[in-house]
Structures are given as C-alpha cells and as structure tokens.
C-alpha cells in the first residue's frame, strides 16, 4: 500500500507522483502544485492507479507504472494529464488514454547522453569481458597475468549498428564514431536525413534483414511496445556475424529473450549485454546462466544530471499545460 504524504498548498492542482523522485525537483513540485508523494516508493497497482485518476488533476507516473487497459479503465476521470517521468511511454496504453481524453507527455532529450554512455559501456564491458573479469576476482579465482586470460574482442574500429536513429541513437553513433572510429550503420523506419547520418560518418540500411550480417556490434534503440515487441527474434539473431554482440538499452520487449538465451548457449552470436529486460524486475532464468552476457538494472537513464533534468523536464510540460500552452513534450 503506498504510504504517501500529502503537500496542502492551497488551491493549485493535485498531483500525485507515483515514485521517488531527486528531492530538488519533489521540493519544487510540492511549492508549485498540492503534490501527493509516495514515500514508500512502492509500485502503485492497477486499483491505485484507478483512484489517482479520479482524485488528481494531474499524475505522473513512470516506466514502472503498468498504465493498461485495466488501470486506464475509469469512467469520469479527474485527471487530464500524465506527464510521465521517462522517454518511453509503451507502459501507457495509448488507446484508453486517447479514450480517456487525456494529454501524455515525456521526458526527450535530457536523458540521450547519459543513455548513450551506458550503452557504449555495455559495448566495451561485453566485448572486454569486463562483466567475467570482475565476478571471477570477487570469488578470489584470480591466479595473476597470463597472455591467454580473459581474452576479448577489439572495439575501436568496428561497424556499429543501431537501430532507431532518434536522439539517444544519434548520441551513440558520435561516441562511437568520433570517439572510437567505428564504421556506423543505421537502420530506422523513416529516412534519417543525410546531414545527421553525415555527422557521425553513419549510413543508412532500408532494413534490419541487411542491417544485421553487417555487424560487429547491434545496438537496439528503438521503441518498445507492440509494434517492436521481439524485433529481434530467433531469425533476426541467426543473421547476426557470429562473433557480434547485442545491445539493448532501448525496452526489453523488443528482443525475444528465449531465443537470446538460445542464441548465447549455443554461441550463435558472440554475446549480448542488456540494461533492459521483457518482465523486469524479473529476469529470465536461462540469461543469468549465460556468461557471455551482461546485464544491468534499467540504468540508462540513472545519473544525478539526467534524473533531475527528467524532473524539470516533467515540470515544464505541466506548466504548459496548467497555464494553457500545449505541453511542450506531448505525445498524446
Ligand atoms: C526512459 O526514459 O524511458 C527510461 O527507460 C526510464 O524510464
């Protein structure tokens, strides 16, 4: 049950925040709105979530809030706007929402560079084993130098594939590109105009089927939901190299996680490493068996800058809407 702590600042709209967020950005939430916290930080339920949206004017919830059909199922509701805290907004189902009349907005571009970083992070902890190498100290299995030890696989140079070139997609292939000479090839559903590509040395593929047996490296960043859900399925990972590593900092609907796990035991591709999973917290227990694997908790995004950025960034988009502007992130 959440335990929440309500702000009484008079008569401002009611917003309930579903999760913890940086205490600057709850404290200028609380002086501008009568703010409901959640001090338990507890995942609100579908029931929870119903009652928000009859009591507040406003709610903002995160990619940890299931906001379906069931939770969206509410007949007059008082809210008119979730401003989520997040760029992904494929937890909100956009049907019942749009039903609903209500606004959606997110977070964009606050968080790209932070994204990016833990992206080209888990390039170089999978392709250096970076992930083998800490677990095999802290279990004190560690005999010293050898030439042959822990051997992995050069990154600087390699082709890059990304797929979905939008703001956090972009930001990688300069990293990449400018900071690790990497040969970047895009596949993305519309066409990326030729400056951007330029920018980075990237070109564009028309699909994923040419995109993939290219590859050193894949990195997914594209959205999540059903029209991405498993992309990148058993197929699609028999036509990687079969020294290639997945990356996924995107959602973790997007990759068929079987046939991932499949893929890593049978050494069909060379390894993946994942900052998102299909039904997080929970992970599939074939992948924690793969050692050829990374994996962290949804950390893309989780830097003090980009966090509180998020925040203001969510405050911004209730500014405009309670002040009459149209919100400057709506996606809805
Ligand atoms: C995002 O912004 O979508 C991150 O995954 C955190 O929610």
Not at 102 to 113: I, K, Q, Y
Not at 123 to 129: D, K, T
Not at 131 to 153: A, F
Not at 243 to 259: H, K, S
């Amino acid at each position: 049950m959440m335990n929440v702590v309500h702000i009484n600042t008079g008569a401002k709209p009611k917003v309930l925040v579903t999760r913890r967020w940086p205490g600057a950005v709850e404290a200028q939430l609380s002086a501008s709105y009568e703010t409901t916290l959640n001090r338990s930080d507890t995942p609100l339920t579908p029931g929870e979530l119903r009652d928000a949206l009859k009591t507040f004017d406003a709610v903002l919830p995160t990619v940890t809030d299931s906001l379906g059909p069931d939770a969206l199922d509410v007949a007059k509701p008082t809210t008119k706007i979730l401003s989520n805290y997040g760029v992904g907004v494929s937890h909100i189902c956009t049907e019942s929402a749009r039903k609903l009349g209500l606004s959606v907005t997110n977070t964009p571009d606050v968080l790209s560079e932070c994204t990016a970083d833990i992206a080209m992070t888990l390039m170089l902890m999978v392709a250096r084993r970076a992930g083998e190498g800490e677990r095999e100290l802290r279990d004190g299995g560690w005999t010293g130098w050898r030439p042959t030890h822990l051997v992995g696989t050069k990154v600087s140079g390699k082709t890059l594939g990304i797929v979905g070139y939008g703001r956090i997609g972009e930001e990688l292939a300069r990293r990449a590109h400018h900071g690790f000479g990497m040969d970047v090839v895009v596949y993305n559903r519309s066409t990326v105009a030729p400056e951007r590509l330029a920018r980075n040395g990237a070109r564009q593929v028309e699909s994923l089927d040419a995109l993939l047996p290219l590859c050193d490296f894949v990195s997914l960043h594209c959205p999540g939901g059903a029209e991405n859900r498993h992309l990148i399925n058993g197929r699609m990972l028999d036509l990687m190299r079969e020294d290639a590593f997945l990356i996924n900092t995107a959602r973790g609907e997007v990759i068929d996680e079987a046939a991932l796990a499949h893929a890593l035991m049978f050494e069909s591709i060379g390894g993946a490493a994942l900052d998102v999973f299909e039904c997080e917290p929970r992970i599939n227990a074939d992948l924690v068996q793969c050692d050829n694997l990374v994996m962290l908790p949804h950390l893309g995004s989780a830097t003090r800058e980009a966090r509180e950025a998020m925040g203001y960034r969510v405050l911004d988009n209730l500014g405009d809407f309670f002040e009459g502007r149209d919100p400057r992130d709506r996606v809805i």
